[in-house]
């Protein structure tokens, strides 16, 4: 190996204090790099696919650097010391000095880490260029290491909103009590989450935007949100059953009042139809409020003991329920009062009829007459049997149609 040009003493002096300072530089991003919060995502353990390969390489490139930069001070050192021997080095120490200053000292090996024991040919780095190296290598080190904490708390971040929304929906849940709860549903998510943020926590950078992982965690997410917003609804709705019970009670009290002066007045209405109408075909008169007050009863009383999924589907049916029975007795009241409405409108039209024969000369007819005493002794008997006096009417209707058309007395 060829010796560089000796060095005079002004020309060390310099060198060692350019090194130096080069020295105290890296020496602070060593120290950045050491205390850097990615290195905890480095060492994570159960790193997969590419962070694992990623993390490896980095390892392996800090631990050259430590290597270089210890390789580094103890040279630096060596330079120091012997300078400081005499205030006027001869000859001898210029050319020991510019030889450590100059000349290809460090022996390093394919992986960057310094040689102890160098073989013949081994790659030896000058000093200066173990500085310039140390400088890049470690400012590369520092912009990897932020990549991986960057990556790593992005994924953090991105786990944290269903994570709270699950922690939300478990505080709904403790508060509702267990009873008709989607406490399991809240756990199948919980371990699924977990699930999808180990593996993701695993590799994040194969996760992470553009990385090859990226599109099968965002539709596995997309899935998991969708779900746990299902179930939200379902608590909501429990939630929400348990606020608002006092309201649709009180609404199902007042419908089950209407029910029962619905039946009575559907009663009436039959009572009246069947006292003046021969066979009605009305159905019984319903009674259903009776049944519908002791389901209420039922129903406070799970609401009493925060039995909530069989509250959402008793209170639901007992709601039908009433609807219905207010819906059936109106029904069958306005059925009675239309049999009595029926007989009143035969009647007008028998009267309607009757005036029409007057005006053309057919009031004292005598076959028309019968039919007309025919109508009316079945429309103003009592009970009125509604189809015979329908047939009655229409028999006078045509026997008059055809009276009129002859324009016969």
């Known amino acids: 190996m060829t010796a560089p040009a000796p060095l005079s003493r002004d020309e060390v002096d310099v060198a060692i204090v350019a090194l130096g300072a080069a020295h105290d530089r890296i020496s602070a991003a060593m120290y950045s790099l050491d205390n850097h919060p990615g290195l905890a995502a480095v060492r994570v353990p159960g790193l997969t696919g590419r962070t694992e390969r990623y993390a490896a390489d980095l390892t392996a490139h800090i631990d050259a650097l430590w290597s270089r ?44 880490m310094v040689l102890d024991d160098a073989p013949p040919g081994a790659v030896r780095l000058p000093l200066m260029e173990l500085a310039r190296q140390l400088e890049a290598g470690s400012a590369d080190a520092i912009d990897r290491l932020s990549i991986l904490d960057d990556v790593g708390s992005a994924l953090v971040v991105r786990f944290a909103e269903p994570n709270e929304a699950l922690a939300r929906l478990r505080a709904a849940v403790d508060a ?9 549903a809240l756990d199948r998510l919980g371990e699924r989450l977990a699930d999808a943020y180990r593996e993701a926590s695993g590799d994040p950078l194969a996760v992470a935007p553009g990385g090859p992982g990226a599109g099968t965690l965002d539709t596995r997410l997309r899935d998991l949100a969708a779900e746990t917003a299902t179930v939200a609804g379902e608590i909501d709705a429990l939630v ?4 608002g019970y006092p309201r649709r009670a009180e609404r199902l009290r007042i419908t089950v009042v209407e029910v029962e002066a619905g039946e009575e ?32 009863a039922q129903l406070d009383q799970l609401h009493r003991e925060r039995r909530w999924s069989r509250l959402a589907d008793e209170l639901a049916a007992a709601e039908r329920a009433a609807a219905a029975a207010v819906e059936r007795a109106a029904g069958l009241r306005d059925a009675a009062d239309g049999l009595l409405e029926r007989r009143v409108e035969l009647r007008g039209r028998l009267a309607a009829y009757r005036a029409k024969a007057a005006r053309l000369g057919f009031a004292e007819h005598t076959e028309l007459s019968r039919r007309h ?37």
Request: proline share 8%.
């Open 69 to 112: 930069f210890n390789a580094l001070g103890a040279v630096l050192d060596q330079v120091r010391t012997l300078r400081a021997q005499r205030s006027r080095p001869g000859d001898a120490e210029l050319a020991k000095l510019t030889w450590l200053l100059r000349a290809p000292v460090v022996p390093v090996g394919a992986n960057g």
């Open 176 to 184: 509702l009590g267990p009873d008709g709860a989607p406490t399991a």
């Open 240 to 243: 929400g059953l348990r606020d």
């Open 265 to 296: 007045a559907a009663a009436r209405a039959c009572v009246a139809a069947e006292e003046k109408i021969a066979n009605t075909g009305l159905p019984a008169v319903p009674d259903a409020a009776p049944a519908l007050r002791a389901q209420l």
């Open 373 to 409: 005493r025919a109508a009316e002794d079945l429309l103003y008997s009592s009970p009125c049997d509604l189809p015979a006096a329908t047939r009655a009417l229409s028999a006078y209707q045509r026997y008059l149609n055809d009276l009129s058309e002859r324009g016969t007395t």
